[in-house]
């Protein structure tokens, strides 16, 4: 998939290539094991030393056994050197025997890249409810040479019902050395804000504070990750993993360092661009919907509003008809659950302003028309209530959505 990224912070600049790998000392590949039928489905990566780590996982109550076996991991020593991923079965309501599974995966990939088990970092996306054709995986597993980098294999290895593979990698001068960030991310259905069947992976050659790294992706995790929504649904699986290896040698970040908050704008550029590519990427979607909030009373009125009016079913049929149906636009306001005075509401699409203070305005309705037949769709809302700003993605649902999850098991 074509990068989203426009940086236009001074001293980030995106790369053209690369994902995972791109930051000095990780690799990345993948393969085909047999849990699909003919596509990879077994990837991973790999730091040459064990990494500080930190990860965000879905608030859903079905956390899969893949996620506590990977909490297990980082919780002894907050460090992980390699992550093994495998799609296809998702290793979710399995029991004791799925808990079993994953530990003994995580085993068998440590003992075959000659790591430590707690410095393993293990992952499932797929069917919920089956259990891990465990021959394959092991099989897989000892297929796998650290020395056959191949990022474009992994990207692929973690798809589930994407229709693109999704990276990133950028870098920034920290005390005088190149740091780059490299992600990669799946995620196309299940997808809204706390996060969906979505998993991204992110890396860095930068040295951080496990602490500060922890606290910064969850930060940048509410205002990125959880700020996507596709269908509504919030999956089982779900997980933000960050590794960073401090291989470019800086001094160790933090908000005490005078570059801490640079790092920071890279790793959340990082992070918006491979949000925006899952909701680009939604099951059917022919359409990106972006939905801005000014003027809230703080920034988690606006949050609210913005998933409210991205999330809406009207609101993304309606953009799918090319149908400036505004209506739906201040339904979805009203019912986000943060008041608001009605009288002040402004709401444009694109360049055609539709609402002004509450009420609607003569607007050219094939110019709107012919706005939403294009593929990147900007909806701006403007409260006039405080200084609460925030931005939702999402996209267009179209009959492409019903057909395949109609038969997604079958």
Partial sequence: MTQIIDVDIEHIHALSHG???????????????????????????HSEVPANAAAVYTTNQFQAAPLLV???????????????VNSGVANACTGDEGMTNAYHMRKLYAEHVVAEEHHIAVVSTGLIGEQLPMEKVSHGIQQIALEDMNEDLFEKAILTTDTATKHVALQMEIDGKTITIGGAAKGSGMIHPNMATMLAFMTTDAAVSQTYLHQALKDITNKTYNMITVDGDTSTNDMVL???????????????HPQWDLFVKGLEHASQTLAKMIARDGEGATKL??????GAADDHAAQAISKAVAGSNLVKT???????????????????????DTNNIKVTLGPVTVVEKGLPV???????????????????????????????????????????NASYRT
């Fill in 242 to 256: 960050v590794m960073a290896n401090g291989l470019a040698e800086n001094k160790p970040l933090s908000k005490k």
């Fill in 318 to 340: 309606a953009i799918y008809g090319t149908d400036p149906n505004w209506g739906r636009i201040v339904c979805a306001v009203g019912y986000s659950g943060k008041p608001i």
């Fill in 289 to 294: 919907v972006e939905v801005q909030v000014k």
């Fill in 19 to 45: 994902g995972v790998a791109a930051p000095k000392g990780f690799k990345a590949g993948g393969l085909h094991c047999g849990i699909k039928y003919k596509r990879p489905d077994l990837g991973w990566i």
């Fill in 70 to 84: 990977t909490q297990d991991s980082i919780a002894i020593e907050q460090k992980l050197q390699s992550v093994v």
């Fill in 362 to 404: 003569p607007f050219n309705e094939e110019e709107a028309k012919s706005y939403l037949h294009q593929e990147n769709i900007h909806i701006a809302v403007e409260l006039d209530e405080g200084q609460g700003t925030a931005t939702a993605w999402g996209c267009d649902l179209t009959y492409d959505y019903v057909k395949i």
